[in-house]
């Protein structure tokens, strides 16, 4: 594990697919940063994500930290108001599921290192297709340290890197469905790479 030397800021990106316990990580990291290092934490999760709590970041084995709500769709508002103001005398910040933001939240997030915070933010790879997720790429650019999560394989445990989408308990391999679809166990599981079925990937 790596941790920030205190005098600049520093950005941390957790990344794998669903039941990985990247929300765990983060919220794991966050509760010794207040416990251990006496350190000022503010945490962030996307509104839509209302599975567990609506203002907690809930992990899959029982971990939970307070949160903060933020719309998808990152506004002048939410920059300025919520994110900036609030997050002025915290010494951590923290973005759970962060690949459900506009891409805005990497101007954010680099404006937050730069004002000298440790920023901590976790998000899955891929989405249900095999393709990179919406900011989350563009976070591992700019990150001093990356930690990749591993799932167990649904179907033969294995090491998963994927997210595989169900529809009637079979996997959903086309482009026709919206790309965000709130769920758990009922309409995704982990798949490694023997396993994980895409359209995407058939060789024709």
Known sequence: MIYNDGKSGFLTTIIGPMFSEKSGELIKRCKQAEKYQNKKVVVYKPILDNRYSEDEVVSRIGLRINAHRLNQNLSEEDLA???????????????????????????????????GKEVIVDGLNLDYLGRPFGSMGNLLLFSDEIITKNAFCKCCGRPAMYT???????????????????????????RCRLCYESDLFKIH
């Open 81 to 115: 108001g919520k994110v900036y103001d609030l997050c002025k005398d915290a010494d951590m910040v923290g973005f759970d599921e962060a690949q459900f933001f506009s891409e805005e939240i990497v101007e954010i997030v680099r404006n937050l290192v730069g004002m």
């Open 164 to 190: 595989q989408r169900l529809i009637d308990g079979k996997p959903d391999t086309g482009t026709e469905g919206g790309l965000v679809l709130i769920g758990d166990t009922e309409s995704y599981e982990p």
